[in-house]
């Protein structure tokens, strides 16, 4: 403005061209600018601006094109007019690409307005002449997008789209900016670097401080939010149509964002107070939750039900109330405390809860008044725990159970004599001692949806533990079934409470009497007893991968036609017999002295033996007496799925037909 005065002034009837090679001023440099006026017939100047490269460090701006065109005009004393078109080439987020601009300096009174127009956007802003480094600014529909050079100093993300409108005070100094103001976003979007932060359609309103002039950025907002989605790592918020209330102050620095008021509040859904460090990715890095208050099922439907989905606890039901407080840093847990008010959640089948009330208070650095946790009723895979009333301190970083606790369990009871849970250990978490006695085994396979049949479990676990994600139980369970026992030893179980669990285990078969287990699973008749190991039992998501099993009767004894039929199924064979064809089919059952079928599972094949080798199959069934009945099996490898598919045949299919 000070060169057209000069040339309106000293040089009224000459053009002018001026090239210089660099201009510095407070914050800003431009390279290479020629500046030309030319006077129109009407006595104004036509007036052409270009830089080559225009430099602004407090706004992201580096080696930015600039053209400025238009026409110059003297109004009355000391007012002068500019209109005309400004294009940047490079800017971030296409700042002033193609925009209307339109000036008006009174030095009288010591002013400069500038309105900036592109499409729906408007800008208006004054400027003391004798203070251009401050402005008074007014956003009408200001694309987001044009404020991704001004925060890219501290924030690798960026804005996706949305609009910003209000009015805000600027301070522009050499070393950043300070700006306040209260403005309004609509449709807003943005993404953290990593996909883990991210936010889509959100509209807020409020009071915005922007301070670049320090070591590190900071930003106050107090804003009331409504509609859209964010995203904060697994966590994801669905924002209702009414306002929430959202206040932070965030310190952006070169490796995060410190946040270190942090508040946010969902009248009668949900609430909470305290800080939080995130890095440039979105992961958490320090959070404090000095305050929650959870109400359900609302808090679970918009912020909840996407992280728990992650855990593998999808489509719940909720109801209730939870308060308390977390606290984790980089060591991980340093506390929490919480207590539910009468709290129900159901839908689930790895875990569902009714009537919960009371909580925990742990810290890993300071011992804590005791507490009392309570339940009506608690599934465990379906499994259901009776109510019970549970008495917890912590004391030396432990979460421990005051006194042995006995809950009721299928017709029996389960007792915990001991549990100790470290929440910040990175290695073994929890350890704890119990004892299961007098379980209804029709209780428990109702529960399971297995087959009905009778007995009772019981069994001692001297040890449990539970670390990374990973439980293993010392000792073992027993079940009397079928007038003999099955044991199950070296059983742990990997993800529990993950989306596919994986459970381990050996299982031991100590003379199980044939004819009551065959009429359960209705395979047909056979009489005797039975023997067998499942060794390195390997099952994902409760479906077997991996087994070593052997199957043996001991003794003698009788085989109906039906389970001929269903032996020679599973093994792929053939019956051998001195006097089978047509006398076979004048007896409803045969004599045996020896049955045996073995399978050992790797890479969804089973490989499939007997008693011994015979000819190129193997023995299952070796008879005995009139007519002797021989069972031999040809295929030495089976497909797991068809293996099933034929005991699942065998078990639904009508008696045999000989002819």
Not at 261 to 273: A, K
Not at 352 to 374: Q, Y
Not at 381 to 397: D, E, T
Not at 409 to 430: I, M, N, Y
Request: charged share 20%; proline share 3%; with cysteine.
């Amino acid at each position: 403005m000070c060169l057209m005065l000069l040339a309106w002034c000293g040089w009224a009837h000459a053009a002018i061209d001026l090239t210089v090679e660099r201009i510095a001023t407070q914050g800003m440099q431009l390279k290479q600018v020629h500046l030309r006026l030319d006077q129109n017939p009407q006595g104004s100047l036509r007036m052409t601006l270009t830089a080559a490269g225009v430099d602004m460090p407090t706004v992201g701006w580096q080696r930015i094109g600039m053209r400025l065109t238009g026409t110059v005009t003297r109004g009355g004393k000391g007012v002068w007019t500019f209109d005309g078109h400004a294009a940047l080439q490079g800017a971030p987020g296409g700042l002033l690409a193609d925009s209307d601009v339109h000036m008006v300096m009174n030095i009288e009174a010591n002013n400069l307005d500038v309105a900036v127009v592109e499409g729906a956007t408007r800008v208006d802003a004054a400027l003391p002449l004798d203070q251009p480094s401050h402005a008074r600014i007014k956003l009408d529909e200001l694309p987001l997008k044009w404020l991704q050079g001004l925060l890219a100093k501290a924030w690798s993300g960026r804005l996706t789209g949305g609009r910003l409108s209000g009015t805000l005070a600027l301070d522009v100094a050499s070393d950043g900016i300070r700006s306040s103001g209260d403005l309004s976003l609509s449709h807003a979007g943005f993404e953290g670097e990593g996909g883990k932060l991210a936010g889509q359609g959100l509209n807020a309103s409020g009071r915005m401080t922007l301070d670049t002039t320090g070591a590190n950025d900071i930003i106050n907002a107090d804003l009331n939010l409504h509609d859209g989605q964010l995203l904060l790592n697994t966590l994801y918020a669905d924002l209702p149509d009414h306002d929430v209330h959202l206040a932070i102050e965030a310190v952006m620095q070169k490796y995060g964002t410190t946040l270190r008021t942090l508040r946010f509040t969902d009248p009668n859904t949900l609430h909470f107070n305290g800080t939080m460090v995130l890095a440039n990715d979105g992961s958490v890095r320090n959070l404090h939750m000095s305050r929650f208050s959870a109400s359900l099922p609302g808090a679970y439907q918009r912020y909840g039900k996407s992280w728990l989905a992650t855990l593998g606890f999808a489509g719940l039901t909720t109801s209730g109330r939870l308060d308390g407080g977390i606290w984790l840093d980089a060591n991980g847990w340093r506390a929490f405390h919480f207590n539910a008010s009468n709290v129900n959640i159901r839908g689930n089948e790895r875990l569902a809860v009714e009537g919960l009330n009371g909580g925990f208070d742990w810290s890993r650095e300071r011992d804590r008044p005791a507490t009392i946790l309570a339940w009506q009723k608690l599934d465990f895979y379906r499994i259901v725990l009776g109510a019970a009333k549970s008495q917890w301190r912590s004391h030396q970083g432990r979460l421990s159970l005051l006194e042995p606790l006995s809950v009721p369990v299928l017709g029996g009871h389960l007792f915990l004599r001991e549990l100790d849970w470290s929440p910040q250990a990175k290695g073994q978490h929890l350890q704890t001692s119990l004892a299961i006695t007098g379980v209804d085994v029709r209780q428990l396979c109702d529960a399971l949806g297995w087959p009905k049949f009778s007995g009772t479990l019981a069994g001692a676990i001297p040890g449990l533990r539970y670390a990374d994600d990973h439980v293993e139980l010392e000792g073992g369970l027993t079940l009397n079934v079928f007038d003999g026992f099955v044991n199950v030893t070296r059983l742990s179980l990997q993800h529990p409470f993950g989306s596919t669990p994986v459970l381990a285990g050996d299982i031991n078969l100590q003379r199980l009497d044939l004819a009551s287990l065959t009429s359960v699973f209705d395979f047909g008749r056979i009489t005797g007893r039975l023997d067998g190991h499942v060794d390195n039992l390997r099952m994902v998501d409760w479906s077997p991968v991996a087994f070593k099993a052997s199957l043996r009767t001991e003794g003698e004894g009788r085989i109906s036609q039906r389970a001929v039929k269903n032996l020679t199924s599973v093994g792929g064979g053939g019956m051998a017999a001195g006097l089978q064809g047509a006398v076979l089919k004048l007896f409803d059952s045969f004599g045996y002295q020896r049955i045996g079928l073995s399978c050992m599972l790797e890479g969804a094949v089973c490989q499939m033996s007997g008693l011994e080798p015979v000819d190129d199959g193997y023995l299952i069934v070796d008879g005995r007496g009139l007519p002797h009945l021989t069972v031999i099996g040809h295929q030495h490898q089976v497909s797991w799925p068809t293996l099933v598919a034929r005991l699942k045949a065998a078990i639904h299919s009508g008696g045999p037909v000989i002819k």
